[in-house]
């Protein structure tokens, strides 16, 4: 994110220059690469569990929220929305299923390989798992997250939308961890 950080010279804290407003796609996917290349933040926060999955709050402020997400291949979002944020995830281990709900038709899904960065606007529904036992992924949402859409559908097939806390779309099993 160099429009945030050209002023200093070497950008060891990346999230040290944001722009005091809400952040665009492109600008989430260069929060979420940035803070790969710095894993000095984060490294540290890695941990995983087949019953919950593992998270750390690496960032959170009324514009941006970041989190560090460490999957095993039991952990599963669930069909979720994100409300009215923006969203960039980088994968810097493993690799992420990452589904898409069709209607009368199969899920569209794609796999997310480390190395590679999937954004969404406030209209995209997904489920992520994982791939690769052990995956790490950064994530970054704008403004940050506060509720959240989770579906579920019914032994008629009606699909139906819950608000949920953000917290319950990290399914958290502990507090978050602050930078
Ligand atoms: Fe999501």
């Given amino acids: 994110m160099k429009r945030f950080t050209?002023?200093?010279p070497d950008p060891s804290a990346p999230l040290s220059c944001l722009p005091g407003r809400n952040l665009e796609r492109h600008e989430l996917e260069e929060v979420v690469e940035q803070l790969e290349r710095h894993d000095a933040?984060?490294?540290g926060l890695v941990g995983f569990s087949d019953e919950h999955r593992h998270f750390a709050a690496l960032h959170r402020d009324a514009h941006l929220d970041v989190w560090l997400l460490c999957w095993?291949?039991?952990n599963d979002t669930g069909w979720h929305d994100?409300?009215?944020?923006?969203?960039a995830v980088r994968?810097?281990?493993?690799?992420l299923n990452?589904?898409?709900?069709?209607i009368g038709g199969a899920p569209a899904v794609r796999v997310v390989p480390a190395g590679h960065t999937l954004s969404f606007a406030p209209d995209h529904i997904h489920r992520l798992t994982a791939s690769v036992?052990?995956?790490i992924s950064i994530h970054a949402y704008s403004p940050a997250l506060v509720r959240l859409g989770?579906?579920?559908?019914d032994e008629d097939g009606v699909l139906r939308r819950q608000p949920v806390s953000y917290l319950d779309e990290l399914r958290a099993f502990e507090a978050p961890v602050a930078a």
Avoid at 82 to 87: E, K, Q, T, Y
Avoid at 91 to 95: E, I, L, Q
Avoid at 150 to 153: D, E, F, G, L
């Fill in 41 to 43: 933040l984060w490294r």
């Fill in 150 to 153: 989770q579906y579920s559908i």
């Fill in 91 to 95: 994968v810097v281990h493993g690799a």
């Fill in 82 to 87: 994100h409300d009215i944020s923006s969203g």
């Fill in 72 to 74: 095993t291949t039991a």
């Fill in 133 to 135: 036992d052990r995956s």
């Fill in 6 to 8: 050209s002023g200093l």
């Fill in 98 to 102: 990452e589904s898409a709900p069709r």
